[in-house]
């Protein structure tokens, strides 16, 4: 799901030296004092949290005389490259040439796998999704989903990794399968017959076959309120480098139906609503808002269904039981959806019977046609 938390916890102490890092304070006054043209006079090492298995990823505050401190990121990728720019550059290259709000690369060094990155703070969206004030925060949000739809996707090429991948029918259901063997058959520890796995992947088909059919934009694929850093008024763009083409649905999917922060249903509304408005215009044409909300559930679904199979990835191969407090409400966005679209009943009662859970009552929701 997110590649790093760039929260620390506040009684976090430095450390003397990065830990299983492919570099050290002299290696970095090397590389650091030619950039900021300033001398350096010592440093402090943070881990931040991870959930990337090939990459790790550090704080660095760096202190120029007499006093002053400044801070980056360094990502360590999992060995050495031979290339020039990875997948990560190339993206991060695109989306700065049309100005979306994404950290800066610093420096690049290949032969240790080694990308110095803008530290873009310690404040999430996350962070404030509980205040009175929540909406322009969110609205800001949506005003880049819209960008990502028109600009970025208008100007999109060859050179960008996203212009040939694609949320086609063969990747939509190797995410369902991941979930199938992670959560259900992993997780769950149910042993389905050859029958009723056919029966789950049937369905879970169905569903696959008709988002893919639906018009692909640019999808940033993880845009959720961890990778959302708040800096001043305006909103930082993390964890873009898996972005691909897909249904303009996905990112706010990802965005409303977030599994750290579950919003409530009317602020939902307020929100899509406003997302309609706002491409209407930009566009200069009316949505089909019946459709619209239709693949945005129908999306809703897939989408939450592998975040499920990645939090129990997360559990059932690292040991890594961070995400299992998420696997309630995200379950519940998928209970609630599937009981108010009697167009998604068959797949629902199919979802039962592989997910007992599924079977518990529903919290409040609003019924779609």
């Keep these: 799901m997110k590649v790093f938390d760039t929260k620390m916890d506040n009684d976090q102490k430095p450390l003397q030296e990065p830990l299983n890092g492919r570099f050290d304070g002299d290696y970095l006054k090397s590389r650091l004092e030619p950039l900021v043209k300033q001398p350096i006079s010592r440093f402090e090492f943070f881990s931040l949290k991870g959930d990337a298995s090939d990459r790790s990823y550090f704080r660095v505050n760096y202190f120029c005389p007499p006093a002053e401190k400044s801070s980056l ?165 993390l964890d873009f480098q898996d972005a691909r083409m897909g249904p303009r649905q996905y990112d706010l999917v990802s965005l409303l139906k977030d599994s750290y922060v579950v919003l409530a249903e009317e602020t939902r509304s307020e929100l899509l609503n406003y997302y309609l408005q706002r491409m209407e215009q930009e566009e200069g044409k009316l949505i089909p808002h019946s459709h619209f909300l239709k693949i945005f559930d129908w999306m809703s679904v897939q989408r939450n269904l592998k975040a499920i199979g990645t939090f129990a990835f997360q559990y059932m191969e690292h040991k890594n039981e961070r995400y299992l407090e998420y696997l309630d409400p995200t379950l519940q966005y998928i209970r609630d959806t599937i009981h108010s679209r009697p167009d998604l009943e068959p797949l629902g009662q199919i979802l039962k019977q592989a997910i007992p859970r599924l079977n518990a009552e529903t919290g409040n929701k609003v019924d779609r046609p």
Excluded at 90 to 114: K, S
Excluded at 160 to 169: E, G, W
Excluded at 200 to 214: F, K, N, Y
Aim: glycine content about 4%; aromatic content about 10%; proline content about 4%.
């Design 73 to 237: 990121i360094v990502m360590q990728l999992k060995s050495a490259s031979s290339e020039k720019e990875p997948d990560f550059n190339r993206m991060q290259n695109f989306l700065t040439h049309l100005n979306m709000p994404v950290p800066e690369i610093l420096y690049y060094d290949a032969e240790r796998g080694l990308l110095f990155l803008e530290d873009g703070g310690d404040t999430h969206l996350e962070d404030l999704a509980h205040d009175s004030d929540i909406i322009p925060w969110y609205q800001k949000a949506i005003d880049l989903i819209i960008i990502m739809q028109t600009r970025v996707t208008q100007n999109m090429r060859p050179y960008c990794p996203a212009y040939t991948l694609k949320f086609d029918v063969e990747k939509l259901m190797w995410e369902m399968d991941f979930m199938i063997k992670h959560y259900i058959q992993g997780y769950l520890k149910r042993g389905l017959s050859q029958d009723d796995e056919l029966k789950v992947r049937s369905a879970l088909l169905g569903l696959c076959e008709t988002l893919a059919v639906e018009e692909r934009v640019f999808v940033h694929r993880d845009f959720h309120s961890r990778n959302l850093m708040v800096r001043g008024d305006n909103l930082l763009l």
